[in-house]
């Protein structure tokens, strides 16, 4: 799930597979074509922030190589900061987007992907909160391994502070 702070509306790509980083940073590439480049034209960096755990935590290797490729394929530098552990409840997507998307189908079945992404699509709030959806098709393996070479080809740099939850991933030439 994307979340744009500045904009108060958001992306959800609904997987029909595995939890993965590879599913996370689909799912920031679907909102940056289909959202974000027509909203930041000139960007040349794009901030994330992230739980520290899960799919796209600051330890998950994976994640840092789709980010890696992600950062290839858009030319853009992308700087991530890692909420530290158990610090979730600052993360503004679980108030601005996950509690109301819960209200909304709050009592009706989930019995289809199309019911799922109409009802995230359909939420809205007094405050214009707006969300775009669709259906990831995509096949996500879990436990892929990534190599110490895999890493150490990354285009990384770690920040002073807390280098293991503040990165930037520039574009590799």
């Given at each position: 799930m994307v979340y744009?702070?500045?904009r108060n509306e958001g992306w959800g790509s609904v997987g029909i597979s595995h939890d993965t980083a590879q599913l996370a940073v689909a799912s920031i590439r679907c909102w940056w074509y289909h959202m974000g480049r027509r909203r930041y034209p000139q960007a040349r960096k794009l901030?994330?922030?992230?739980?520290?755990?899960?799919?796209?935590?600051?330890?998950?290797r994976l994640w840092k190589i789709e980010l890696q490729k992600l950062a290839n394929e858009l030319?853009?530098?992308i700087h991530v900061s890692h909420f530290p552990p158990g610090t979730s409840?600052?993360?503004?997507i679980e108030h601005r987007r996950f509690s109301f998307i819960t209200q909304n189908w709050w009592g009706r079945p989930l019995d289809s992907l199309a019911t799922v992404v109409n009802l995230i699509a359909n939420t809205t709030t007094d405050k214009g909160l707006h969300i775009?959806?669709?259906i990831d098709v995509t096949v996500s393996n879990k436990g892929i391994e990534v190599t110490g070479e895999?890493?150490?080809?990354?285009?990384?740099?770690?920040?002073?502070f807390h280098g293991d939850w503040n990165y930037i991933i520039r574009p590799q030439k």
């Open positions: 744009d702070l500045t901030l994330i922030t992230a739980d520290a755990g899960g799919s796209n935590g600051y330890r998950t030319q853009l530098t409840k600052w993360n503004k775009e959806t669709a895999e890493m150490q080809a990354l285009n990384i740099k770690c920040e002073k």
